[in-house]
């Protein structure tokens, strides 16, 4: 059986191409803390200075990430996209003032939308990092005007932009309504991170130095925020499932939540290697297999809250995308 274009169980290993540097002048985490969606912005053009720092740090990314496929990054602004399509850019009102938007493109293959997923987060931490505010759409955005603006090849996808731009002082009332409605907190730790099996909760006492990265896995953006991510410590293996929600990447039309899956991987890799802790991506064999019979239980259905089920009902609609192995300090 093959995942991700890799035979599972095989001597192949994934591992993305992060070099040992810093990214960001701030800790990982603090990054991670300091990222939320923006709706509002400022109406006012990127300073020519951080588009093109923002420009640069883009281009070193298209060749990172732990999966083959391509990623490429456009950076689009309300003139330009006006010229090619004859319209303003399109959020059905979701965004507020933003000028500059950066359109995430991901050559088709196995995993690309989780590819696009983790390097796309980087480039919104980095954005972050410099004190700007972005917003993932994947579903709210006029899909068509980007394709066209960024002349879209056929072995490409374009999953999600973000507007990018300063922050409005003062919140719609729309965006204070959106964040009630996308019921921002998170789920607990016994909701999603497991030990040897999904009936088993891993406390943070139990994860040892991974308490950070799984913590950053938590706070973690998600479509709709789903928080699609589950985790479960085996040995030296973290293997990382996907609570899939058939209705909600049915009305996106694609597995819009593997990109959900990326950001995790994103976040957890980039704070492990902050932390000094060694590790690289693996296909499990045994996970790779039981994960060949998703699908909801018995009786399960797509009704709303389905997903919310409690972890081991949950577990029936797990899919399992990848595991993250702990390796000796130093390799
Ligand atoms: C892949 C992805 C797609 C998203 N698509 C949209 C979208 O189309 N429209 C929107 O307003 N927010 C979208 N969001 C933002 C989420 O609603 C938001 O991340 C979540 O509610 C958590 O809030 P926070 O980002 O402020 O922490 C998306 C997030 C992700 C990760």
Not at 264 to 271: I, K, V, Y
């Amino acid at each position: 059986m093959r995942f991700c274009g890799v035979q599972a169980g095989t001597d192949v290993h994934l591992s993305s191409h992060l070099s040992k540097k810093q990214h960001f002048e701030l800790p990982v985490p603090e990054v991670i803390q300091r990222r939320v969606s923006v709706r509002t912005y400022q109406p006012l053009p990127l300073p020519p200075w951080e588009r093109s720092r923002l420009e640069e740090y883009a281009q070193l990314l298209e060749r990172e990430g732990p999966f083959s496929p391509a990623v490429r990054f456009v950076f689009i602004d309300e003139d330009e996209y006006l010229a090619k399509t004859g319209r303003k850019i399109g959020t059905y009102g979701f965004i507020r003032g933003a000028i500059d938007y950066i359109a995430g493109i991901v050559e088709r293959g196995d995993c690309a939308l989780e590819q696009l997923g983790f390097v796309f987060e980087m480039l919104i931490l980095y954005a972050t990092s410099l004190g700007l505010g972005t917003c993932w759409l994947g579903g709210t955005f006029r899909r068509r005007g980007f394709e066209k603006t960024t002349g879209l090849g056929k072995n490409e996808m374009l999953p999600a932009v973000t507007p990018v731009g300063y922050a409005a002082q003062k919140k719609r009332a729309f965006e204070y309504a959106m964040k009630i409605a996308s019921r921002p907190g998170r789920k607990p730790w016994k909701e999603l991170f497991f030990n040897g099996g999904f009936d088993v909760p891993l406390g943070e006492g139990e994860a040892g130095p991974y308490r950070v990265p799984l913590e950053m896995v938590r706070l973690g953006p998600s479509t709709s925020n789903r928080q699609p991510w589950r985790v479960m410590k085996h040995g030296p293996l973290w293997h990382f499932y996907m609570a899939y929600s058939p209705m909600l990447n049915r009305a996106i039309g694609f597995d819009i939540q593997r990109i959900d899956m990326g950001i995790a991987m994103c976040h957890f890799e980039l704070t492990a290697e902050e932390l000094g802790l060694s590790g690289r991506w693996v296909i499990g064999r045994e996970e790779a297999e039981g994960a060949s019979v998703p699908g909801p239980r018995a009786g399960g259905g797509d009704a709303p809250g389905a997903e919310e089920a409690s972890a081991p009902r949950a577990a029936g609609r797990l899919r399992y995308i990848i595991s993250w192995q702990e390796m000796p300090p130093g390799t």
